[in-house]
């Protein structure tokens, strides 16, 4: 520090600028191509003729992608609250106070299905609901999402947790509140933040996953990305390009959504 | 839960949850979901791995280590002898080797990012972080969607060098394990990125003047002070891009074309079209192992420093 314009001279090393700027190209040129071509008026989504909305007004036309946006919809708003509700109440289980014995234990259940690859996890929850004979159609899949929802849930909510000031609640119970009290006129209101964050990740990493819902759904239980795989088999389409564009537009308003509210009052 | 709510102020015990009662409910719902959905399942397929194949699909409860043995041989149909196939190791080796490739190629144009984005003034430093986390989070069945079209034959490079004259035939890029290799360094490219930059945002860059002031150039200052600083960032980011590497199936089934398998792409044939269950469960239980063994490693090599760090 101090240095002024020589420390940050200091700092720099040649051809760091421009890799990141290359990083930056590689991450957003793919999916550029893809929105782009999406507008485009003929069949092509490598040559562009003209800008054109139609192939949009046929995707939202076309029953078969109203269906599996209607699926991944119910999917994942179901694993999105019941994740988060869960996860809402483990984060403070193992957040606050003196840590009790099993915390570790805790944690490392509750983030396992992030250390699974996914593939694993798949299979595995296929040959469980055919072991046990549940069939209850969409719900199987809504059950899936929801344990892996749930870490992506609980790491923003208890992060938030953690840096909360215990002040306010210690306060809150010196002038004689009740724990229900404290918990629903101070905790809630400061973590809320943090619980809206980790909702909002939670439901669209249900919305983007295709493997274990490909493994787990059945007939007529398909969601847009196992649609979206379905049609790519078949070759790509503008209509594809379109409804991968708006699904693409929800997972990052919903990003930009969680990472403004989660930086919040930080 | 009363009793403990009114305990002496700045015991740490000011509010929500008080007795060990409370914290098991309030713990048990998420902790009940993982184990029943997430972890269980994980047991029955070692179960699995270990019975015999049924004949459309599942499996015949009747034990066989023939899926571990299908792995390195094959069973001669008359006399039942078996006979080394290094095709399925192939497939683990590929796996390892294109994780492998993935994860450097990520560290070379990663760590660049993150020591750029970490020396820029706040404001610009966030904007970037954003612009790292959309991808992030973003559809990977349509990223690498989006790869596919641009590595096509009639994709955007091919036409754009036929239609500059450079090349007449397009270049054959799709369905290749270059395509797969570049397909997965595309898609956790931010899982590099975050973590170095996370350490890197950290680095006192008072030792960086020092190390200028005792006459290092920029790199040694680089190699003898940023990197080692930077190690857990590096760990971390290596360990999240060879992960989901390892066990990817989406690069390398829609970028590979089925010709280029990984092992993730092995597992989940045999779930769909092979119906061969306790061998897809075994490739699984290796899949499961190598990650748990990059893990133990992890914990081993950099946990330890970290903790060591004031």
Same mark, same amino acid.
């Given at each position: 520090m101090g240095a002024g314009t020589r420390a940050l001279d200091l700092k720099r090393l040649p051809g760091f600028g421009?890799?990141?700027?290359?990083?930056?190209?590689?991450?957003?040129?793919?999916?550029?191509?893809?929105?782009?071509f999406s507008f485009n008026a003929s069949r092509s989504v490598t040559v562009w003729s003209e800008f054109s909305l139609s192939w949009y007004g046929k995707a939202i036309a076309n029953t078969g992608i109203q269906q599996a946006a209607a699926n991944s919809?119910?999917?994942?708003?179901?694993?999105?609250?019941?994740?988060?509700?869960?996860?809402?109440?483990?984060?403070?289980?193992?957040?606050?106070?003196?840590?009790?014995?099993?915390?570790?234990?805790?944690?490392?259940?509750?983030?396992?299905?992030?250390?699974?690859?996914?593939?694993?996890?798949?299979?595995?929850?296929?040959?469980? /609901?055919?072991? !046990?004979?549940?069939?209850?159609?969409?719900?199987?899949?809504?059950?899936?999402?929801?344990? /892996?929802?749930?870490?992506?849930?609980?790491?923003?909510?208890?992060?938030?947790?953690?840096?909360?000031?215990?002040?306010?609640?210690?306060?809150?119970?010196?002038?004689?509140?009740?724990?229900?009290?404290?918990?629903?006129? !101070?905790?809630?209101?400061?973590?809320?933040?943090?619980?809206?964050?980790?909702?909002?990740?939670? /439901?669209?990493?249900?919305?983007?996953?295709?493997?274990?819902?490909?493994?787990?759904?059945?007939?007529?239980?398909?969601?847009?990305?196992?649609?979206?795989?379905?049609? !790519?088999?078949?070759?790509?389409?503008?209509? !594809?390009?379109?409804?991968?564009?708006?699904?693409?537009?929800?997972?990052?308003?919903?990003?930009?959504?969680?990472?403004?509210?989660?930086?919040?009052?930080r | 839960m009363v009793a403990g709510a009114t305990a002496v102020p700045g015991a740490g015990e000011a509010a929500l949850p008080g007795a060990t009662g409370t914290r098991l409910l309030l713990l048990g719902p998420a902790l009940g979901i993982v184990v029943l959905v997430g972890i269980l399942p994980l047991g029955i397929i070692l179960v699995y791995s270990f019975l015999t194949p049924g004949t459309f699909g599942g499996v015949v409860w009747k034990f066989s280590a023939e899926a571990y043995a299908q792995f390195l041989f094959d069973r001669d149909f008359l006399d039942d002898s078996l006979t080394f196939n290094a095709a399925y190791l192939g497939i683990f080796g590929r796996s390892l080797v294109q994780a492998g490739v993935a994860t450097a190629a990520c560290l070379l144009v990663g760590f660049p990012t993150a020591y750029f984005m970490a020396t820029r003034p706040p404001a610009t430093r966030n904007a970037w972080v954003f612009?790292?986390?959309?991808?992030?989070?973003?559809?990977?069945?349509?990223?690498?969607?989006?790869?596919?079209?641009?590595?096509?034959?009639?994709?955007?490079?091919?036409?754009?060098?036929?239609?500059?004259?450079?090349?007449?035939?397009?270049?054959?890029?799709?369905?290749?394990?270059?395509?797969?290799?570049?397909?997965?360094m595309y898609s956790y490219l931010p899982f590099m990125v975050l973590p170095l930059y996370a350490s890197l945002e950290k680095l006192d860059f008072r030792l960086v003047e020092a190390a200028y002031d005792l006459y290092a150039g920029r790199w040694r200052a680089l190699t003898r002070i940023i990197i080692p600083l930077a190690r857990p960032g590096i760990v971390a980011g290596c360990l999240l891009v060879f992960i989901p590497s390892l066990g990817a199936f989406l690069a390398p089934d829609l970028l590979g074309g089925g010709k280029h398998l990984m092992i993730g792409n092995l597992i989940q044939l045999q779930f769909a079209s092979s119906r061969n269950w306790p061998f897809g469960s075994a490739a699984a239980m290796i899949l499961l192992a190598a990650v748990l063994l990059a893990l133990m490693l992890y914990v081993r090599t950099a946990a330890p420093r970290q903790r060591a760090r004031p």
């Open positions: 421009a890799t990141a700027w290359f990083c930056l190209a590689l991450l957003y040129a793919p999916i550029a191509v893809l929105v782009v919809l119910k999917v994942a708003v179901v694993a999105m609250l019941a994740a988060t509700v869960v996860a809402t109440a483990a984060a403070l289980a193992t957040a606050r106070g003196q840590r009790f014995r099993g915390d570790a234990t805790a944690y490392l259940v509750i983030n396992l299905p992030l250390i699974v690859p996914e593939i694993v996890t798949a299979v595995a929850t296929l040959s469980f /609901f055919a072991l !046990i004979g549940l069939s209850l159609g969409l719900g199987n899949v809504m059950l899936a999402h929801t344990v /892996f929802c749930i870490p992506f849930a609980y790491l923003p909510i208890r992060a938030r947790l953690e840096g909360m000031d215990r002040a306010l609640e210690e306060a809150a119970a010196d002038l004689y509140a009740t724990p229900w009290h404290v918990f629903r006129r !101070i905790i809630l209101p400061l973590l809320a933040p943090g619980i809206v964050a980790g909702a909002m990740l939670a /439901f669209i990493v249900s919305l983007d996953d295709y493997i274990i819902t490909a493994m787990v759904a059945g007939a007529g239980q398909t969601t847009l990305p196992v649609y979206i795989y379905s049609q !790519i088999r078949q070759g790509v389409t503008p209509e !594809i390009n379109a409804v991968s564009t708006i699904l693409l537009m929800v997972s990052i308003l919903f990003v930009s959504l969680s990472f403004v509210i989660g930086r919040k009052q | 612009l790292i986390t959309v991808p992030f989070w973003t559809n990977l069945l349509i990223r690498t969607v989006c790869m596919l079209l641009i590595l096509r034959d009639e994709g955007l490079i091919n036409n754009a060098l036929v239609g500059a004259g450079l090349i007449s035939t397009p270049i054959v890029m799709l369905y290749t394990d270059f395509a797969i290799g570049l397909g997965l």
